[in-house]
Nanobody, 126 residues
């Protein structure tokens, strides 16, 4: 059974930083794309960042480019999202997800990501 477990969310003031982690267990995709999505109240879930199997390819939403960095440690089955220069508009529940294929085939959409974590709240105050 595939499990994705996020951690690292919390409350921070604008301009601050947080690092999210997501441990993935139980999936055996040789090729996979790990991604972070977020959903603010009353809004659609949107893609934030994605990373290829080996970590050599990364993808970002325009709204987070230059501020967020996605990375992964395959030895630990973990993907990270380093979030710097946080803004109030970054407030949302953040989810990690996995797709058993190339990021270019799925990102930035969410429909091909078959497994999701439970989400972690990030709140940025002004």
């Amino acid at each position: 059974q595939v499990q994705l477990v996020e951690s690292g969310g919390g409350s921070v003031q604008a301009g601050g930083s947080l690092r999210l982690s997501c441990v993935g267990l139980g999936y055996t995709y040789i090729t996979n794309c790990m991604a972070w999505f977020r959903q603010a109240p009353g809004k659609e879930r949107e893609g934030v960042a994605a990373i290829s199997t080996g970590g050599g390819l990364t993808y970002y939403a325009d709204s987070v480019k230059g501020r967020f960095t996605i990375s992964r440690d395959n030895a630990k089955n973990t993907v990270y999202l380093q979030m710097n220069s946080l803004k109030p508009e970054d407030t949302a529940v953040y989810y990690c997800a996995v797709y058993g294929g190339y990021c270019s085939s799925a990102w930035p959409g969410r429909t091909k990501f078959g497994y999701w974590g439970q989400g972690t709240q990030v709140t940025v105050s002004s």
